[in-house]
Nanobody
Framework: QVQLVESGGAFVQAGGSLKLSCVASGSKFRVDDWGWSRQAPGKKRDLVAVLDKYGLINYSDSVKGRFTISRDNAKNMVFLQMNDLTPEDTATYYC?????????????????WGQGTQVHVFS
């Protein structure tokens, strides 16, 4: 079992910056790919940034040029640096990870999600 815990959500004025963090914990696992998604009230959850195990990164058009995803493999962490925030960025932000877990049956892939951290951008 692997758990993801996000942190860093806050109230911030438009034009400001925030850095979100997410840490994975558990035993006998390796995080392959990381992602950040967000869900605004009344809207569907959207993937905004992905960083795979090869270092390839993709951003949604809505955040490209403003958000930066990065990872610390030694600490099993992923970060989302968010700059030039606007009220449209207000949402609950979730980290997700594709994980390889060592089980008694061998290595198995799993996908996990965190509980989310809230970001409120006010004008």
């Amino acid at each position: 079992q692997v758990q993801l815990v996000e942190s860093g959500g806050a109230f911030v004025q438009a034009g400001g910056s925030l850095k979100l963090s997410c840490v994975a914990s558990g035993s006998k696992f390796r995080v392959d790919d990381w992602g950040w998604s967000r869900q605004a009230p009344g809207k569907k959850r959207d993937l905004v940034a992905v960083l795979d195990k090869y270092g390839l990164i993709n951003y949604s058009d809505s955040v490209k040029g403003r958000f930066t995803i990065s990872r610390d493999n030694a600490k099993n962490m992923v970060f989302l640096q968010m700059n030039d925030l606007t009220p449209e960025d207000t949402a609950t932000y979730y980290c997700t990870a594709n994980v390889t877990v060592e089980t008694v049956w061998g290595f198995r892939p799993y996908n996990y999600w965190g509980q989310g951290t809230q970001v409120h951008v006010f004008s």
